[in-house]
């Protein structure tokens, strides 16, 4: 059964950088058919997709145009994890974050296993 | 962006009663269509993926339907343990995947 535990600072200052880690069990980052996504809610903003990592021979990433230029998601083989870094954040940016898994099979995806989430508000 | 559009945004039920939520798509997601419950300060959690396909262990009283931009997620006789808030979810438009605002149901 996978699992993806989250870690990180519930607490981030105005303009500073949000850092969050998503541990994984029972999977591997490196997986072929997998791939690693965070994803944020908040009462304004619902649920908003934010972007993901996944190795397909290579490694590849994809952002939201929401935070584009703001946002790095980064793979941790060693530690088998990933991470997000989202910089120079507003109030607008406090939500609670998941780390979340999609897999794909049969020729469709779906998004099965999410991390436990972690409220990060932005204030000084 | 393939906005995602959920009806209604809530409902009162009461328990045993069958209901019906849908969800529309901007544009055609052929059946990558996705269904979450969720309960307050827990993550969503997966009840049907491929617009009909039930997750392991997701009670048969779930069922999903539909194709291209119209579903519907069906719960056929309501528990006590169903009263949360239900989303949708597209995977056809990767990699950018958007969700529908919610349904939150709520005892009659």
């Known amino acids: 059964q996978v699992q993806l535990q989250q870690s990180g600072p519930g607490l981030v200052k105005p303009s500073q950088t949000l850092s969050l880690t998503c541990a994984i069990s029972?999977?591997?980052?490196?997986?072929?058919?997998?791939?690693w996504n965070w994803v944020r809610q908040s009462p304004s903003r619902g649920l908003e997709w934010l972007g993901r990592t996944y190795y397909r021979s290579e490694w590849n990433s994809n952002y939201a145009v929401s935070v584009e230029g703001r946002i790095s998601i980064n793979p941790d083989t060693s530690k088998n994890h990933f991470s997000l870094q989202l910089n120079s954040v507003t109030p607008e940016d406090t939500a609670v974050y998941y780390c979340?898994?999609?897999?794909?099979?049969?020729?469709?995806?779906?998004?099965?296993?999410w991390g436990q989430g972690t409220l990060v508000t932005v204030s000084s | 962006d393939i906005q995602m559009t959920q009806s209604p945004s809530s409902l009162s039920a009461s328990v045993g009663d069958r209901v019906t939520i849908t969800c529309r798509a901007s544009e055609t997601i052929i059946n990558f269509l996705s269904w979450f419950q969720q309960k307050p300060g827990t993550a969503p959690k997966l009840l049907i993926y491929g617009a009909s396909i039930l997750q392991t262990g997701v009670p048969s009283r779930f069922s999903g339907s539909g194709s291209g931009t119209y579903f519907t997620l069906t719960i056929s006789s309501l528990q006590p343990e169903d009263f949360a808030t239900y989303y949708c979810?597209?995977?056809?438009?990767?990699?950018?995947?958007?969700f529908g605002g919610g349904t939150k149901v709520e005892i009659k």
């Open positions: 979340a898994r999609i897999i794909s099979a049969a020729g469709i995806n779906w998004l099965d296993t």
């Open positions: 029972g999977d591997s980052v490196s997986s072929n058919s997998a791939t």
């Open positions: 979810q597209q995977g056809y438009g990767t990699p950018q995947v958007t």
